[in-house]
């Protein structure tokens, strides 16, 4: 597998440079570039085009949310995930609603933020399940007065078991375990689920299917 292409965003020079540092230490890592803000880092993208974008949430000018809508407008295959100090609900739903893939604390670990760069790259979940879990009790209760949408093309009952396993949290490798099956299989049902629910990435098929009542949330 080639190198990783990753841009880090954030207006803290120090913060940075060392995380910079620490990423040039991991050998999937190929490429790392740095902005200071919103309009640095489109540019950026534009000529480096980044598998993964570590994006801050408070900066000068544009905060992170509004430049997660722009990089997914002028870089729409670049993974962002939300790099930030913040845990409040709203953020994490904003950011979330604006296109970002994950959202990990700034004092998560060095393995913790390691793993959620190189899990991008394999479709895997960003969220750990505290996390999933908070989206989906905020979704539900968007959806939970309004009237049972339209079925979707019908997802299969072993597909129906990956997507509440998804919204668990899990990734491939233990949906696997799991189910006795191999991650291969777990990657070409979840093909079928995202191509039936009209979804690109993981959690939005979780939302979905919780908007469709495929998943139950109390599980």
Same mark, same amino acid.
């Given at each position: 597998?080639?190198?990783?292409?990753?841009?880090?965003?954030?207006?803290?020079? %120090?913060?940075?440079?060392?995380?910079?540092?620490?990423? =040039? #230490?991991?050998?999937?890592?190929? %490429?790392?570039?740095?902005?200071?803000? /919103?309009?640095?880092?489109? &540019?950026?993208?534009?000529?480096?085009?980044?598998?993964?974008?570590?994006?801050?949430?408070?900066?000068?000018?544009?905060?992170?949310?509004?430049?997660?809508?722009?990089?997914?407008?002028? *870089?729409?295959?670049?993974?962002?995930?939300?790099?930030?100090?913040?845990?409040?609900?709203?953020?994490?739903?904003?950011?979330?609603? /604006?296109?970002?893939?994950?959202?990990? @604390?700034?004092?998560a670990s060095v393995e913790e933020l390691v793993e959620s760069?190189?899990?991008?790259?394999?479709?895997?979940?960003?969220?750990?399940?505290?996390?999933?879990?908070?989206? #989906?009790?905020?979704? /539900?209760?968007?959806? =939970?007065?309004?009237?049972?949408?339209?079925?979707?093309?019908?997802?299969? *009952?072993?597909?129906?078991?990956? @997507?509440?396993?998804? /919204?668990?949290?899990?990734?491939?490798?233990?949906?696997?375990?799991?189910?006795?099956?191999?991650?291969?299989?777990?990657?070409?049902? @979840?093909?079928?689920?995202?191509?039936?629910?009209h979804c690109s990435d993981r959690t939005r098929a979780v939302?979905?299917?919780?908007?469709?009542?495929?998943?139950?949330?109390? &599980?």
């Amino acid at each position: 597998m080639r190198g990783l292409k990753v841009l880090i965003v954030d207006d803290h020079n %120090i913060f940075r440079k060392g995380l910079r540092k620490i990423l =040039e #230490l991991e050998k999937d890592v190929e %490429i790392i570039e740095e902005a200071a803000n /919103a309009s640095e880092a489109v &540019q950026k993208s534009k000529e480096i085009c980044p598998d993964v974008v570590l994006m801050d949430i408070t900066m000068p000018g544009l905060d992170g949310i509004e430049a997660t809508k722009l990089m997914k407008a002028v *870089s729409p295959t670049s993974d962002i995930i939300i790099l930030s100090m913040h845990n409040e609900d709203q953020y994490l739903f904003q950011a979330i609603k /604006a296109g970002a893939r994950g959202y990990v @604390l700034k004092e998560a670990s060095v393995e913790e933020l390691v793993e959620s760069i190189k899990a991008t790259v394999k479709g895997e979940s960003l969220l750990n399940p505290v996390l999933v879990r908070r989206i #989906l009790d905020e979704f /539900a209760k968007s959806v =939970e007065d309004k009237a049972s949408p339209d079925s979707p093309e019908i997802l299969t *009952s072993r597909e129906k078991e990956i @997507l509440n396993l998804l /919204a668990q949290g899990k990734k491939n490798k233990e949906i696997a375990r799991k189910l006795f099956i191999s991650e291969k299989t777990v990657k070409n049902h @979840l093909s079928n689920i995202f191509h039936k629910l009209h979804c690109s990435d993981r959690t939005r098929a979780v939302l979905e299917g919780v908007r469709l009542r495929i998943i139950e949330i109390d &599980q």
